[in-house]
């Protein structure tokens, strides 16, 4: 698989296995001279947005337009639900009543509300918003479809490892279309399951098995028995499994030899304030390890948050703790970055599949909606305190300044300083476009 612009070499198999895998503890220091040199060429980059990082929360299922960012507060009962709009930190712009911390932090945010497509259906739906690709052919709901690599991927492509560190990081798994496809399996996500909220909470992963560490893995059969908890989240993918095997492995020890790795894994050195800033639950405390993810310089983060398919009750849910945890945890995320001077070269962005049906149906939910959504985006100098576009009077679809998958692909993608034009080619040596005419939502880049 090839593209067009120039890409730093990966470590080969052979170069990988001449590193010493066989000497136990010497094949550490080997393996991290390596990745010092690496990480000292890639550090030269000047491409613009090349050093912005991002934390993408994928809100699976779909959430609500009208329960969130864009409520329809003239419209009937029937479509504008239950809940009523309130103020925010910026003059004009209201939210829903739902989302209060979120509102108290609009100054630092910019609401999308006029993206829109046309697959209602959640494998169809979400592919398209986590590759900016729609899917070639019709896909089933509960499908896992890796049609075209996704973002995270693509930036793992773009930028390779850092510093010992996965350039793709995903919790606490992975979303159905969030793999590489024809990239290749070094590129899909590094997976933190687990719950970090829990005092006994550690990183599987990141730390030498007993017999490598204690040099008695002598072999290469031996390294591999020992290193087989290590393997991470792949596709299927039209590859030599050895090599993958290996690339998998090579990564492996990347990221134990990372003392950046270890530290940032170790929330349990966030003071008590902090941590409770998030919410003391595993979401809020994904997010928390997030932003120390990215502070040490992970370029992509995803966190997975699902549950938004409100069929049924959805008012109810709306109420509970599933929302309340999602509204302080995210603005914590802004605030916390923000202070901390990371919100810059960081960019947040919260968003599902689609919207909801305008009607609320005969069981108080509402359903799925691709015709109007509204997307959650912060910090990589995209404007504070704005809402671009415009759904209708009554929130069926967007209307002012409409934009399309592709347009909010092109511009993460320019944000974090990938071309989005470039023409990538699959194994097979088959040419396919990063993103099919894109055009920047141009209000991010005022």
Same mark, same amino acid.
């Given at each position: 698989m090839a593209r067009t612009p120039h890409h730093p070499p990966e470590v080969s198999r052979r170069d990988f296995l001449q590193l010493g895998l066989g000497i136990g503890g010497a094949m550490g220091l080997g393996f991290c001279d390596l990745l010092r040199l690496r990480a000292r060429a890639e550090a030269g980059s000047t491409r613009p947005g090349s050093r912005t990082n991002?934390?993408?929360?994928?809100?699976?299922?779909?959430? &609500?337009?009208?329960?969130? +960012?864009?409520?329809?507060?003239? /419209? %009937?009962?029937? !479509?504008? $639900?239950?809940?009523?709009?309130?103020?925010?930190?910026?003059?004009?712009?209201?939210?829903?009543?739902?989302?209060?911390?979120?509102?108290?932090?609009?100054?630092?945010?910019?609401?999308?509300?006029?993206?829109?497509?046309?697959?209602?259906?959640?494998g169809g739906g979400n592919h398209y918003l986590m590759t900016g690709m729609p899917t070639p052919v019709p896909v089933a709901c509960g499908a896992f479809v890796t049609f075209h690599?996704?973002?995270?991927?693509?930036?793992?492509?773009?930028?390779?490892?850092?510093?010992?560190?996965?350039?793709?990081?995903?919790?606490?798994?992975?979303?159905? &279309?969030?793999?590489?496809? +024809?990239?290749?399996?070094?590129? /899909? %996500?590094?997976? !933190?399951? $687990?719950?970090?909220?829990?005092?006994?909470?550690?990183?599987?992963?990141?730390?030498?098995?007993?017999d490598i560490a204690e040099g008695r893995a002598t072999h290469r059969e031996a390294l591999r028995r020992s290193l087989d908890t290590m393997v991470r989240y792949s596709d299927k993918l039209a590859e030599d499994p050895a090599v993958t095997f290996d690339q998998y492995h090579a990564q492996g020890l990347e990221l134990v030899a990372s003392q950046p790795a270890q530290q940032a894994f170790d929330i349990q050195r966030e003071t008590d304030k902090v941590r409770e800033a998030y919410g003391r639950n595993d979401f809020a405390q994904r997010l928390l390890m997030a932003r120390r993810l990215v502070e040490v310089g992970v370029s992509f983060v995803t966190v997975y948050y699902g549950g938004w398919d409100h069929h049924t009750k959805i008012f109810d849910a709306y109420k509970g703790d599933h929302l309340k945890r999602f509204d302080q945890g995210v603005a914590a995320l802004v605030s916390d970055l923000d202070e901390r001077g990371l919100l810059d070269n960081?960019?947040?962005?919260?968003?599902?599949?689609?919207?909801?049906?305008?009607?609320?149906?005969?069981?108080?939910?509402?359903?799925?909606?691709?015709?109007?959504?509204?997307?959650?985006?912060?910090?990589?100098?995209?404007?504070?305190?704005?809402?671009?576009?415009?759904?209708?009077?009554?929130?069926?679809?967007?209307?002012?300044?409409?934009?399309?998958?592709?347009?909010?692909?092109?511009?993460l993608y320019t944000k974090l300083g990938i071309d989005p034009r470039q023409t990538l080619h699959t194994n097979t040596g088959r040419p396919v476009s990063l993103v099919n005419e894109g055009r920047l939502i141009r209000e991010l880049f005022v």
């Amino acid at each position: 698989m090839a593209r067009t612009p120039h890409h730093p070499p990966e470590v080969s198999r052979r170069d990988f296995l001449q590193l010493g895998l066989g000497i136990g503890g010497a094949m550490g220091l080997g393996f991290c001279d390596l990745l010092r040199l690496r990480a000292r060429a890639e550090a030269g980059s000047t491409r613009p947005g090349s050093r912005t990082n991002c934390i993408l929360v994928w809100m699976d299922g779909g959430p &609500s337009h009208y329960e969130t +960012f864009d409520p329809k507060p003239d /419209a %009937p009962l029937e !479509i504008r $639900g239950e809940f009523k709009d309130i103020p925010t930190a910026v003059p004009g712009i209201r939210f829903s009543e739902a989302v209060p911390k979120l509102a108290a932090v609009a100054d630092k945010l910019t609401i999308v509300r006029s993206v829109h497509h046309k697959d209602p259906n959640h494998g169809g739906g979400n592919h398209y918003l986590m590759t900016g690709m729609p899917t070639p052919v019709p896909v089933a709901c509960g499908a896992f479809v890796t049609f075209h690599p996704s973002f995270g991927s693509m930036v793992s492509y773009d930028r390779g490892i850092r510093n010992g560190l996965p350039a793709y990081v995903a919790m606490p798994e992975v979303s159905r &279309s969030g793999g590489p496809n +024809f990239l290749g399996g070094k590129h /899909a %996500p590094f997976v !933190i399951d $687990g719950s970090p909220n829990s005092s006994s909470f550690r990183v599987r992963d990141v730390v030498l098995p007993k017999d490598i560490a204690e040099g008695r893995a002598t072999h290469r059969e031996a390294l591999r028995r020992s290193l087989d908890t290590m393997v991470r989240y792949s596709d299927k993918l039209a590859e030599d499994p050895a090599v993958t095997f290996d690339q998998y492995h090579a990564q492996g020890l990347e990221l134990v030899a990372s003392q950046p790795a270890q530290q940032a894994f170790d929330i349990q050195r966030e003071t008590d304030k902090v941590r409770e800033a998030y919410g003391r639950n595993d979401f809020a405390q994904r997010l928390l390890m997030a932003r120390r993810l990215v502070e040490v310089g992970v370029s992509f983060v995803t966190v997975y948050y699902g549950g938004w398919d409100h069929h049924t009750k959805i008012f109810d849910a709306y109420k509970g703790d599933h929302l309340k945890r999602f509204d302080q945890g995210v603005a914590a995320l802004v605030s916390d970055l923000d202070e901390r001077g990371l919100l810059d070269n960081t960019l947040v962005i919260a968003l599902g599949e689609f919207g909801r049906t305008p009607k609320v149906n005969k069981d108080a939910g509402r359903d799925h909606w691709p015709g109007a959504m509204s997307i959650l985006m912060a910090g990589a100098g995209v404007p504070r305190g704005q809402v671009v576009g415009a759904t209708d009077p009554k929130g069926y679809y967007a209307s002012d300044n409409v934009y399309r998958p592709e347009d909010f692909a092109a511009s993460l993608y320019t944000k974090l300083g990938i071309d989005p034009r470039q023409t990538l080619h699959t194994n097979t040596g088959r040419p396919v476009s990063l993103v099919n005419e894109g055009r920047l939502i141009r209000e991010l880049f005022v």
